[in-house]
């Protein structure tokens, strides 16, 4: 029987994704909207949720959602539904984790990080808005793109209430679930907005933080507990209470003093027992610290993807440290100038190291458009104005400042 929305028969075309409950279907008569169609027709309450959903108006829908916006009948069934089409984005996860990040977004920097963290929180706060509850918070839920656009999907699991009816979420991944819904029963649980608020606060402290979940210490008694344990306990590891918890950051990751005052203060109230007797921060406080927190960084002298709101830069000294790079580096082309005298065929181009404290990372091959002379061995060469902090001899292979080129 042909699948039909508003009465008009559809042809779906192929499939974009597939999960555990449907698959999305693009949708060739339907520009900017595709189609999840479920492998079993839904229970009559799912189905009178997405009828209540897919019916509300344009302007009581969330913004930065994928919200159903039409019911896809097969005959008398619902058999899915058609919501808008997030093109050419990925899912959040790919910007947390470094590995994945260079490889998806190689172009991002610490700026961009914070960026994406502030949307989240923005459209956190407009599906808040309606009334309705997110539930199930998981690094998949939210897709980004290379603007730093973020938007939410699987919006069909949100709880939403109609009158004295409620929808609830019936399913949750446990390290994004806060203490007092550890081990409990989640179908027919009913959710609230301060739930959200702590799974909200684990994903921008994973983009902030390189992917470290926030409960994900090192204990120093020699115990091993689960992510959900550790939650349950308010073993907040980079928090002012982990040393009376027996609990530490791991070695090697970004610390908590990297933030300013204002994101401290909202990721311990996030974390600790306060948030869940007296609530945790709201998606709108967030974007407002956040905001808060960009405007005031500066971009590291040594990396310019890396930005900081202290003297020093941290993200440098945990890239040394690890003896990795949390980000891409970044490959400038430069052609060398054609001003008369400034170019000889015996100028070899430089090669310029982009981190000022280490000596076994990527190195940046260029070509560099005005001369110096190396301050070693006096040979002249060509340089170039990108605004790195140390340069190299091709001749010598001797590393110096900068500023030394200008005095010779």
């Known amino acids: 029987m042909p699948l039909r929305v508003n009465g008009q ?7 974009i994704s597939k999960g555990a409950e449907g698959a999305i279907h693009k949708l060739p008569s339907m520009p900017g909207c595709v189609a999840k169609i479920y492998h079993a027709i839904p229970n009559p309450l799912r189905a009178q949720k997405l009828r209540i959903m897919a019916t509300m108006s344009a302007d009581a829908r969330p913004m930065g959602a994928a919200w159903p916006v039409a019911v896809v009948m097969n005959g008398v069934e619902i058999a899915g539904f058609v919501m808008p089409h997030f093109e050419n984005r990925l899912e959040l996860h790919s910007v947390c984790a470094p590995i994945a990040r260079k490889g998806a977004f190689p172009q991002a920097d610490y700026r961009f990080l914070v960026a994406v ?3 989240l929180a923005r459209v956190f706060a407009t599906v808040h808005a309606t009334g309705a509850v997110i539930g199930d918070v998981n690094e998949r839920l939210a897709l980004v793109d290379h603007r730093a656009t973020v938007g939410l999907v699987d919006c069909d699991s949100f709880q939403i209430g109609n009158g004295d009816t409620i929808f609830t979420c019936d399913h949750g991944v446990e390290r994004y679930q806060p203490p007092e819904m550890q081990g409990v029963a989640l179908r027919g649980c009913l959710r609230t907005r301060n739930h959200d608020c702590f799974g909200l606060a684990v994903l921008i402290f994973q983009l902030l933080f390189f992917n470290r979940h926030p ?12 992510l959900g344990e550790a939650i349950a306990q308010y073993s907040f590891a980079w928090g002012a209470e982990a040393p009376a918890l027996k609990v530490c950051q791991p070695p090697n990751t970004l610390p908590f003093s990297a933030l300013d005052e204002r994101m401290r203060e909202l990721f311990e109230r996030a974390f600790g027992e306060k948030g869940y007797s007296e609530g945790r921060p709201t998606a709108r406080a967030w974007v407002k610290a956040l905001d808060n927190y960009a405007a005031r960084m500066t971009a590291c002298r040594s990396n310019p993807l890396h930005a900081h709101i202290h003297n020093n830069c941290l993200i440098c000294e945990i890239e040394e440290k690890a003896r990795t790079l949390m980000f891409s580096p970044k490959k400038i082309n430069i052609s060398p100038s054609t001003k008369p005298g400034s170019a000889r065929p015996d100028m070899l181009p430089a090669k310029i190291f982009m981190f000022e404290r280490a ?3 990527d190195i940046i091959d260029i070509n560099i458009n005005f001369t110096g002379m190396c301050p070693f061995c006096k040979k002249i060469q060509f340089i170039n104005k990108y605004p790195v902090i140390f340069y190299k001899c091709v001749e010598c292979s001797r590393r110096f400042p900068e500023n030394e080129w ?3």
């Open 215 to 226: 409960f994900g210490g090192v204990t120093l008694d020699g115990t091993s507990p689960s």
């Open 406 to 408: 200008r005095k010779f």
């Open 9 to 15: 028969e559809i042809q779906v075309g192929e499939i």
């Open 117 to 119: 963290a502030a949307n």
């Open 359 to 361: 000596t076994n990372f």
